[in-house]
């Protein structure tokens, strides 16, 4: 991609402060692409930053949604490009991005796998392998940096590029949710009928966490889910609803005091969830982890169901708090 192709792009990077995540992005960008203007959208604009082709915009603690709508309706390139503050490339990869465009006029966006780095930390590769079970990525081929290509209706918004006119045009994202703000761009977009393309070449790196801030995370996704669900129902939304209920069955334990003959349906569902826990943990197990490995199924099982009772219980502004950038 030559000095003027990076010009029609802006790299859109939300997040609350410029902490290591976002310099270590903003570094491994610069190293492929010294021309493409990047867009960070922080709580304060309180930095200080040389490079004349980054632009920082102060959003105040709004959501993730808001932040990326804010810089969407700035920036003046052809495409935005939406990455993570703790996602980063490791090769050139809007060239593919740029080269499906060109190759085919009626697309709007293009996307591709986010791959967890190499680590030492147990923990956090553990987090990597479990990432991979559909229960927990929806569709697994996104941690596949060798699926292929192919048309799809659905991109987290960790990595994407989308045609600016576009993403302004349905209106972005909605704004009022602590996270999978990304349902609300894709249901427009397939209503729509704009098109979009899949390409693993087009892959980015994307931090892992530990487990307490991965068990934070699940807890996050659940939060909004009915309302995701009633407002942009779609696969994805199902799916997560869907992984709600091993914790909602937990929750019926009363009612084998309240009606004995449950007792029996009860203790079956226990079971089943049980051996499904084993038979996950023993899939990500290696080096004699096993318990580690069982510890994190909980986490990934249970998480989802118990976001949703925070979204019950607790406000936007307490469960922000909760989904830490770690």
């Known amino acids: ?58 959003s105040g603690t709004k959501t993730i949604g808001f932040k990326r709508n804010l810089a969407a309706k700035k920036a003046k390139t052809n495409f935005i490009t939406l990455i993570d503050s703790d996602a980063y490339p490791e090769h050139r990869w809007l060239d593919p991005v740029l080269k499906n465009f060109k190759k085919y006029q009626d697309i709007h966006v293009v996307g591709g796998p986010n791959i967890s780095p190499s680590t030492n930390n147990i923990e956090k590769q553990l987090v990597s392998r479990v990432r991979k079970l559909p229960f927990v990525t929806l569709d697994t081929r996104f941690k596949d940096k060798k699926s292929g290509t192919r048309v799809t209706k659905f991109f987290p918004a960790c990595n994407l590029t989308i045609r600016r006119k576009t993403y302004n045009k349905v209106g972005g994202m909605i704004t009022t949710v602590n996270s999978k703000e990304e349902f609300s761009l894709m249901k427009k977009l397939n209503r729509g009928n704009f098109k979009m393309i899949f390409d693993s070449k087009t892959y980015v790196y994307h931090k892992e966490r530990d487990f307490k801030h991965f068990f934070r995370q699940r807890i996050v996704y659940g939060t909004n889910i009915i309302y995701c669900n009633f407002k942009f129902f779609c696969r994805e939304t199902l799916m997560i609803l869907l992984s709600t209920l091993p914790f909602l069955w937990i929750l019926l334990f009363p009612l084998i005091f309240i009606n004995p003959s449950f007792l029996k349906i009860y203790l079956i569902g226990i079971f089943f969830l049980i051996i499904a826990c084993l038979i996950s943990a023993i899939k990500i197990n290696f080096s004699n982890n096993f318990f580690k490995s069982f510890y994190l199924i909980i986490i990934s099982m249970f998480g989802p169901g118990i976001g949703l009772l925070f979204g019950i219980i607790f406000s936007n502004a307490f469960i922000r708090k909760i989904y830490t950038q770690k």
């Open 1 to 58: 991609m030559n000095k003027q192709e990076q010009r029609n792009f802006s790299i859109v990077i939300p997040s609350k402060i410029y902490d290591e995540n976002l310099d270590f992005c903003i570094k491994r960008i610069r190293k492929f692409y010294k021309y493409v203007k990047i867009i960070l959208i922080l709580d304060k604009k309180n930095y200080n930053i040389k490079d004349k082709y980054i632009q920082v915009l102060a």
